[in-house]
């Protein structure tokens, strides 16, 4: 049986705003050279619900929960009002780490991200530990570790934020302080399986272009016709 304990206390850790209406400011944000990318063995897929996004995730490591699931209702229902634009919580097999997807309709620079976040860890015992802007799957996604003291333990955070014009959208992933080390290098591997849908495709108008189609719906048959695939999964394959 998975331990339910510390689902309990990712909860209570959770249990800060998302939904942003400050006021941009000036915010520094370090960006990253490094390009990340999907992991070959994330092979099962994700849809946004309200915003045009990816997730490709490794179905050994994790379990995936919707809406009609109990394990979500749950969740969303310990959350409470902070649990707003939740569509899936993720659970990793051990039962030892998870990871929540929440989103919203409202377009919102990166900056009032990182702002609204800071302001609501200062009033607890939280405190965020690295951030930077990098590029994952061609598009630029904010990244943010934050770590939240509960007294017994401590609760550290990594997660990914992707805004567009249609809205936003994070996905959070935590474990404890003591398990980090453990889980780490699967919470990354997860993170980097997020991918914008409208990059991939812009991507794969601009192949066709290039390649001398001025339809990408017939590129698509002839390249699916060649190769026995849609270049759209091509590009999430190659990516």
Same mark, same amino acid.
């Given at each position: 049986m998975k331990p339910?304990i510390s689902f $309990?206390?990712m909860a209570i850790s959770?249990?800060?705003? $998302?939904?942003?209406? &400050?006021?941009?400011t000036?915010? +520094?944000?370090?960006? @990253?050279?490094?390009q990340?990318s999907?992991?070959?063995a @994330?092979?099962?897929?994700i849809k946004?619900e309200?915003?045009?996004?990816e997730l490709w995730?490794d179905? /050994?490591?994790? +379990?995936?929960? %919707?809406s009609? %699931?109990?394990?979500?209702i %749950? ?7 902070? &649990? /707003?634009?939740? @569509?899936?919580?993720?659970r990793?097999?051990?039962g030892?780490?998870m990871?929540?997807i929440q +989103?919203?309709?409202?377009?919102t620079?990166? !900056?009032i991200l ?9 009033? &607890?015992?939280g @405190?965020? =530990?690295? !951030?930077?802007? *990098? *590029?994952v799957n061609?598009?630029?996604?904010l990244y943010?570790k934050?770590?939240?003291?509960l007294g017994?333990s401590k609760? =550290?955070w990594l ?9 936003h959208m994070?996905?959070?992933?935590g474990?404890?302080e003591?398990?980090?080390? +453990?889980?780490?290098?699967d919470?990354?591997d997860?993170?980097n399986?997020?991918?914008d849908?409208f990059e991939?495709a812009k991507?794969a108008?601009m192949i066709? !272009?290039?390649?001398g $189609?001025?339809s990408l719906t017939y590129?698509s048959?002839?390249f699916r016709?060649?190769?026995?695939i849609l270049?759209s999964k ?6």
């Amino acid at each position: 049986m998975k331990p339910i304990i510390s689902f $309990f206390f990712m909860a209570i850790s959770f249990g800060f705003l $998302f939904s942003c209406t &400050g006021v941009n400011t000036q915010v +520094e944000i370090d960006k @990253s050279g490094i390009q990340y990318s999907k992991p070959q063995a @994330s092979t099962k897929l994700i849809k946004g619900e309200k915003v045009d996004y990816e997730l490709w995730v490794d179905k /050994t490591k994790w +379990e995936i929960y %919707d809406s009609s %699931d109990t394990v979500f209702i %749950d969740f969303k229902n310990m959350l409470g009002s902070q &649990g /707003t634009g939740l @569509s899936h919580v993720l659970r990793h097999n051990s039962g030892e780490s998870m990871a929540i997807i929440q +989103e919203i309709r409202t377009s919102t620079d990166f !900056e009032i991200l990182h702002k609204t976040l800071s302001e609501s860890l200062s009033t &607890g015992k939280g @405190s965020i =530990v690295s !951030e930077d802007i *990098r *590029r994952v799957n061609g598009s630029d996604i904010l990244y943010i570790k934050w770590m939240e003291d509960l007294g017994t333990s401590k609760i =550290v955070w990594l997660s990914y934020y992707l805004s567009k014009k249609t809205g936003h959208m994070r996905l959070a992933c935590g474990t404890t302080e003591e398990l980090l080390t +453990e889980y780490e290098s699967d919470i990354i591997d997860l993170l980097n399986g997020l991918v914008d849908s409208f990059e991939e495709a812009k991507e794969a108008e601009m192949i066709a !272009e290039k390649s001398g $189609f001025n339809s990408l719906t017939y590129f698509s048959k002839c390249f699916r016709d060649a190769f026995h695939i849609l270049p759209s999964k091509y590009i999430q394959q190659h990516a």
